[in-house]
Each structure stands twice: as C-alpha cells, then as structure tokens.
T-cell receptor, first 115, second 110 residues
Framework: GAVVSQHPSRVICKSGTSVKIECRSL??????MFWYRQFPKQSLMLMAT?????????EQGVEKDKFLINHASLTLSTLTVTSAHPEDSSFYIC???????????FGEGSWLTVV | QKEVEQDPGPLSVPEGAIVSLNCTYS??????FMWYRQYSRKGPELLMY????GNKEDGRFTAQVDKSSKYISLFIRDSQPSDSATYLC??????????FGTGTRLTVIP
C-alpha cells in the first residue's frame, strides 16, 4: 500500500535554532500534504495544508513565519520550525493524499525536543 | 458545534471482548468515513474506510455508518492486547477534507 515516510523520527535542537522535517510519499504522487502537531495524550491538531507548487494554507493561530512549509514536488513536503523554543517541542506528523483513492496516509511522525 | 465528536475514553476491556467505538458528526455532506489506529508515539495508520452508508468488514474489524443519524462505529471482535491503541474516526467530504475526532484510547487487558 501507499507509504509516507517522515525524517527525522527524532530530533533534539537548541533553543533559537531551526530544524527541518521532511515528509515523502514513497509510491504515489501526493498532490496535497498536511502537517499536524500532537501533544501527549491529545488529538491531532492540523497546522497547515499544502498543495504542490503553491503556498501552504495555515490554520488559525499557526504562525506561518515560524512554521515554514514547502511542497516543491509531488513527493516531498518540508516543515521548518524556525527559531525553535522549548514550547515547540511536540510530535509533528505529516499526511498525504493523492494516491488515486480517497484516502489519507500518515507518516510515522517526528519527535521534536527543543532544549 | 464540533464537526466530529468522539468519546476520548479511556476504554479498558478484557481480552476477547467485543469493542464498540463510536463517533457522531454534524455535516450531512460527509461521504467518506475513515478509521485510523495510532499506537503510542507513532503516526496514525489507516485502518478502514467506508464510502456513504453501510457496513464494511475486514477480519475482526467492522466499520458501520448510519448517515441518517450521523453516527459511525468501529467494532472489534475477539479483541487482543495488540489492539491497544488510540482509535480516531475521520469523516469528511473527501480525502482532502477530513475532520478528525479526538481519538478513543483503548486498552485490552490480557
């Protein structure tokens, strides 16, 4: 079946630095990718929706200048957390659609810890 | 009114029990009904999906949709400890427009 890969699975960075998370669709072209954030024992919170070749659409309350999303190709989207702070520590998950069926597949998630 | 309502649980059942997980939704335009399973510290994985009303069965799992009452269910028969996870319902008008429930945490006790 369709697979979405996320990298890195875990990252620790220093406060004030930027970190990039990649999301790749491995066997289908993802016309749309989604980025979520999830705090422990809480539900998924949609951060933004990105369509290949266009600017991402951010959910209310999500800072677009802090969470930079690039969807430059049909198989890759990146989320860059700029000037990270400890409160940005969270589980970030991407998902992708466009595999020919009306389904969304999720990546394995990336744990970000800002120290 | 929220698009999707799901009881967060937690729900604990003994091994072998039948589990019923449920969601309600508010938008009558929803046609796609997904269930995702999320193990601790992992991304959600698509478990089942149905289109429009009716039932769909896959092994020990049955997904049920009642569009007239805007009620969706996931049944797990002969539950196993490996079924312990958080289950998220996700109805929507299409794959690009899903609304996720808060998830129900299920623990199956050996």
């Amino acid at each position: 079946g369709a697979v979405v890969s996320q990298h890195p699975s875990r990252v620790i960075c220093k406060s004030g630095t930027s970190v990039k998370i990649e999301c790749r669709s491995l066997d289908f072209q993802a016309t749309t990718m989604f980025w979520y954030r999830q705090f422990p024992k809480q539900s998924l919170m949609l951060m933004a929706t990105s369509n290949e070749g266009s600017k991402a659409t951010y959910e209310q309350g999500v800072e677009k200048d802090k969470f930079l999303i690039n969807h430059a190709s049909l198989t890759l989207s990146t989320l860059t957390v700029t000037s990270a702070h400890p409160e940005d520590s969270s589980f970030y998950i991407c998902s992708a659609s466009g595999g020919g069926g009306n389904t969304i597949y999720f990546g394995e998630g990336s744990w970000l810890t800002v120290v | 009114q929220k698009e999707v309502e799901q009881d967060p649980g937690p729900l604990s059942v003994p091994e072998g029990a039948i589990v019923s997980l449920n969601c309600t939704y508010s938008n009558s335009a929803f046609q796609y009904f997904m269930w995702y399973r999320q193990y601790s510290r992992k991304g959600p994985e698509l478990l089942m999906y149905t289109y429009s009303s009716g039932n769909k069965e896959d092994g020990r799992f049955t997904a049920q949709v009642d569009k007239s009452s805007k009620y969706i269910s996931l049944f797990i028969r002969d539950s196993q400890p490996s079924d312990s996870a958080t289950y998220l319902c996700a109805p929507g008008a299409g794959a690009n427009n899903l609304f996720f429930g808060t998830g129900t945490r299920l623990t199956v006790i050996p």
